[in-house]
Antibody, heavy 119, light 107 residues
């Protein structure tokens, strides 16, 4: 059974860059879409973007100018960079696996990591 | 962007009752690309239904999904105590992928 684990700083200063890594264990990066989804405290879910194992990316237009998602298949992990953060970027960030091209949604989730943007 | 509107916002029911949750899309969504998730406090969401009506692995058969086009429904036939949670629909038919605002099922 695949497991995903987010890692990275829990506190980021305004205007700086949020960087998270998702380590995938128990399965291969190949054949899936690897996403970041976030959830502000007490609110709903927002899709940030995904990277296909081949390297193709797709970002939410609302964040596209600030987001980069990359994958390292040799290390079986993928990462998120979000630049110029503000308090509005404070959220629990989930890394997830999806099989969109097979009609399957997000079938595996990391536990999530809270990132707070504050000086 | 496809906007998903879930209703009601909150559903107050008792164990053993039937729950019917609605997800309405602003544009047509292929049934193959509509999913439902359950989220309990402090936990990551869990996939319940994909392709509008297919149960994910390990999901009890009291959960069922239906619908097409712009109207989709998640039904819980008989609520168990562990089913009280927040439920989200998601479309992955077109980018950006979007989620509904959620329905809270409470006792």
């Amino acid at each position: 059974q695949v497991q995903l684990q987010e890692s990275g700083p829990g506190l980021v200063k305004p205007s700086e860059t949020l960087s998270l890594i998702c380590t995938v264990s128990g399965g291969s990066i190949s054949g899936y879409y690897w996403n970041w989804i976030r959830q502000p405290p007490g609110k709903g879910l927002e899709w940030i973007g995904y990277i296909y194992y081949s390297g193709t990316t797709n970002y939410n237009p609302s964040l596209k100018s600030r987001v980069t998602i990359s994958v390292d298949t040799s290390k079986n992990h993928f990462s998120l960079k979000l630049t110029s953060v503000t308090a509005a970027d404070t959220a629990v960030y989930f890394c997830v696996r999806a099989g969109y091209d097979r009609g399957v949604g997000v079938d595996s989730w990391g536990q999530g990591t809270l990132v707070t943007v504050s000086s | 962007e496809i906007v998903l509107t879930q209703s009601p916002g909150t559903l107050s029911l008792s164990p053993g009752e039937r729950a019917t949750l609605s997800c309405r899309a602003s544009q047509s969504v292929s049934s193959s690309y509509l999913a439902w998730y359950q989220q309990k406090p402090g936990q990551a969401p869990r996939l319940l239904i994909y392709g509008a009506s297919s149960r994910a692995t390990g999901i009890p058969d009291r959960f069922s999904g239906s619908g097409s086009g712009t109207d989709f429904t998640l039904t819980i036939s008989r609520l168990e105590p562990e089913d009280f949670a927040v439920y989200y629909c998601q479309q992955y038919n077109s980018s950006p992928l979007t989620f509904g605002g959620g329905t809270k099922v409470e006792i």
